[in-house]
């Protein structure tokens, strides 16, 4: 579903390498969790997976489209939301959802329903025709994950999705990738918060200095990290 | 003093982006690119300071034979000092209370006149550009004719730096008032409304500001005759304008020290009468004025349906264009200052002077070659009054750092083109409206004439419509902390500009040769058309081109 084949990018005219080779299969149905320290690569991962950077060297192909070759597919592919939930302040937060909606293709029938239920979901139902720019930050999250689950992507690629929910939306959002996943989709999302990483996922992957040094299930992360327990433990120990 | 200081060096590295480029500098990326634009630059200022050199020279030439060249200096400062004033409206408002970087200096314990004049800086370094263009031809042409010293060019030095203090002080004392009355309701709107009228204020104090010499042959002579008498005919009703002239024509004698000290001592007195104003107003006017109040009210269901349509992709980029565009007050209004000076601009003076010098411009545009150069003037003024209007050249800058979902999203470059072009017309079509009016009320065309006007204009401003857009393309400016960077303080908003400007020029000196060759005019209609539709394709192709570079390859 997500496929990152040696993919590698650096900045500064090679200088610093912040993805080195990283080779990563997503599969269909699986919520994939990817850690690593701050500056270790995961927004860049995430960014060339979205079309936002290009990779030096290397593939991604997103539901089976290439990112550089075929963008316009593997965008449709995928639903996404940044690190920081940036959205257009001028625009209610109707306004945004439908112009996500019209580049998406989604038919009125169907948005309706989904915005319907997420909003309600999400309990941003009454503060949909006020400017974003009157949201706080939590309520900002919430729209552009109502927005990224809109079209009903194949690849939910989420940076930090949980940062500025509150415990109520945060237990829904992790509900919602559950599902999503149930459904044979794919969720690849970025964390600090190893307590969910650890309940939710079902792979976990670990890039540090833009490599990737651990990949696979807890049991298997237990087995490379000398049976820590815990997934701070592993964390820890591979990151030092 | 140490921390204003400090703050005044952090408004200008974050204003002018000094921190990137020296780290551009540094990793040497995108040096070409910056040396091309400086290159750009060079070019554009010194073909603009040719064309105002011979302007000045003639002013220096004709001055000089009354033994008065320095009215090259009143009549430049005046003029610097009115523009600056005018236009320094909304750099002010939004350089005060739109830059994101409020929201972190004001909870820090800082004096509001700090933070002011840490902002106050920046905009007088910004309107140093403007003056450039207009002090520099004066100073050649007059330093070439009368020569130089070491104490002319210290004055001229001090002049200059201090020019724009006195219009932006008032800009910034309008702004403050304005500001505190606002309501904290309809805000935004009320900016736009208050602004306009602001312009529109100065724009009457200009021209109370010009004095007329008067038809009176005895009035006349004795000002030709007394030492600085155009001087001061000039600039009576600002005498600080005199004071400069006198400054810069005396140089290094006590005339001129003198001139000098009242010159820079209404400038300090007016930035600690600004200070002090600041430190009471700036803050009631600042705090709490991004808050939104929510209206948290449910749709109805037939509102919830009618909102909920879908609509074409290519409808759904137009009207996202518009939408910001139009609420955020800064991009509003630059996009449309343009459009809203020039009609006034062109009709006030014809109603000004009165009914008998406009039945004697009727009847001249009724016969050949008047109805011809009418024609080709409203097509001149249709092409001026776009090549000032931004929207196309900034319509990817304006996105700043949300460019990321235009970037993210599955839609064809051409298509996400074609939707900022459109706007871009549409906004110029806007500015046409109130032209092609006074067109019809004053002149009164015939068809032909009116069609071949609006067609010219239209097309020459497609032209550099999309060299605007292409440039943006090319090079958007997607980091800014305050929306005015995105459009006025963005060379991409000035290069095209030049562009038209040079294209004007150009248009005009082919106008006078094709009348003067007595050729018919709907075959100078007709040159005129191809002149613009041919490039103009070839821009949109380059455009298109870019388009796909920026959407599909360019990091971000």
């Given amino acids: 579903m997500l496929i990152f084949d040696q993919v590698s990018k650096s900045y500064k005219k090679g200088a610093v390498k912040a993805v080195d080779d990283l080779s990563l299969h997503v599969r269909p149905g699986e919520i994939f969790g990817f850690l690593g320290p701050n500056g270790a690569g995961k927004t860049t991962t995430i960014k060339m997976a979205v079309g936002l950077l290009r990779a030096d060297a290397g593939r991604i192909t997103v539901s089976g489209f290439d990112i550089v070759k075929e963008p316009l597919q593997a965008k ?4 996404f939301v940044p690190d920081n939930p940036d959205l257009y302040e001028r625009l209610t937060g109707l306004e945004y959802l439908n112009f996500i909606a019209d580049v998406y293709r989604v038919p009125a029938d ?5 915005m319907e239920r997420l909003l309600e979901m999400f309990e941003l139902t009454s503060a949909i025709g006020d400017l974003v720019q009157g949201y706080s930050h939590g309520m900002q999250q919430k729209l552009a994950l109502t927005g990224a689950w809109l079209h009903d992507p194949n690849v939910l690629i989420l940076d930090e999705p949980m940062v500025g929910l509150d415990p109520r939306s945060a237990h829904l959002t992790k509900d919602l990738m559950r599902e999503h996943c149930d459904r044979g989709k794919t969720v690849f999302f970025s964390t600090h918060v190893l307590e969910v990483a650890e309940k939710l996922c079902d ?18 992360l237990r087995t490379q990290a000398k049976n820590q327990e815990s997934l701070e433990n592993i964390f820890l120990e591979l990151t030092e | ?13 974050n204003t002018f982006g000094l921190s990137v480029l020296r780290d551009q500098i540094r990793r040497r990326e995108k040096v070409g690119r910056s040396l091309l634009m400086v290159v750009a630059i060079i070019i554009s200022i010194a073909s603009f300071a040719f064309i105002f050199a011979n302007f000045a020279d003639a002013l220096v030439i004709t001055g000089s034979q009354f033994g008065q060249p320095e009215i090259v200096f009143t009549l430049a400062i005046t003029v610097v000092q009115l523009m600056l004033l005018i236009l320094g409206i909304f750099l002010v408002i939004s350089s005060f209370y739109f830059s994101d970087d409020l929201s972190i200096l004001v909870p820090m314990p800082l004096k509001p006149s700090y933070i002011f004049a840490g902002k106050l800086v920046t905009v007088i370094i910004s309107e140093y550009l403007t003056a450039i263009f207009i002090f ?3 100073i050649i042409s007059y330093t070439r004719y009368v020569g130089a010293n070491l104490w002319y060019i210290l004055t001229l030095i001090i002049v200059f730096l201090t020019m724009p203090i006195l219009p932006v002080v008032i800009s910034s004392l309008l702004a403050l008032g304005l500001m505190k009355v606002i309501n904290r309701r309809h805000r935004d709107l009320l900016m736009v409304i208050g602004s306009i009228l602001l312009v529109f204020i100065s724009l009457g104090f200009s021209m109370f500001m010009q004095t007329q010499v008067g038809d009176d042959p005895g009035a006349l002579a004795e000002l030709l005759s007394r030492r600085y008498g155009l001087v001061e005919s000039i600039g009576q009703r600002f005498p ?13 004698t006590g005339e001129g020290w003198l001139h000098l000290g009242l010159f820079l001592a209404v400038s300090v007195v007016a930035v600690l009468v600004l200070s002090s104003i600041a430190e009471r107003l700036f803050y009631a006017g600042l705090i709490g004025g991004s808050e939104v109040i929510r209206k948290r009210r449910q749709l109805s269901q037939s509102e919830w349906e009618a909102k909920t349509q879908q609509k074409s992709v290519f409808s759904a980029l137009f009207w996202r264009e518009w939408r910001l565009l139009l609420r955020t007050p800064v991009f509003a209004l630059n996009g449309f200052l343009g459009a809203l000076i020039m009609p006034v601009a062109l009709v006030m003076p014809l109603l000004v002077q009165g009914g008998d010098q406009l039945s004697e411009l009727l009847a001249l545009v009724q016969t050949e070659p008047g109805s011809t150069i009418c024609t080709l003037i409203v097509a001149a003024i249709i ?10 050249s900034t319509s990817v800058s304006r996105e700043g750092r949300l460019f990321y979902i235009s970037k993210m999203i599955p839609v064809h470059a051409e298509t996400q083109a074609r939707a900022k072009l459109t706007h871009a017309f549409v906004g110029i079509i806007i500015g046409v409206i109130p032209i092609s009016i006074a067109y019809v009320w004053l002149v009164r065309p015939n068809f032909l004439d009116f ?9 020459g401003s497609l032209l550099g419509m999309a060299f605007g857009l292409y440039i943006d393309m090319r090079w958007p400016r997607l980091h800014w902390t305050n929306p005015q960077q995105a459009v006025k303080q963005n060379f991409n908003a000035v290069i095209p500009m030049l562009l038209e400007f040079a294209v004007l020029l150009a248009s005009g000196y082919l106008a006078y040769r094709l009348i003067a060759a007595e050729v018919p005019a709907y075959l100078i209609y007709a040159a005129f058309l191809g002149l613009y539709t041919i490039p103009g394709v070839i821009v949109l192709q380059f455009t298109v081109g870019a388009a796909r570079r920026l959407y599909h390859e360019l990091d971000i």
């Fill in chain 2, 383 to 392: 092409l001026f009054t776009s090549s000032v209007n931004t929207i196309a």
């Fill in chain 1, 203 to 220: 792979r976990i992957g670990i890039i540090n200095k833009g490599k990737l040094i651990a990949c696979g299930t807890m049991e298997e």
């Fill in chain 1, 110 to 114: 169907l948005r309706r329903k989904r």
């Fill in chain 1, 76 to 79: 449709s592919a995928i639903g």
């Fill in chain 2, 451 to 459: 069609v071949a006007a609006i067609l010219i204009g239209l097309t």
């Fill in chain 2, 1 to 13: 003093m140490s921390i204003l200081y400090k703050l005044i060096i952090l408004n200008i590295k």
């Fill in chain 2, 240 to 252: 600080p304008s005199i004071w400069a002239t006198k400054a810069i024509a005396r140089a290094g």
């Fill in chain 2, 136 to 138: 520099l031809p004066a």
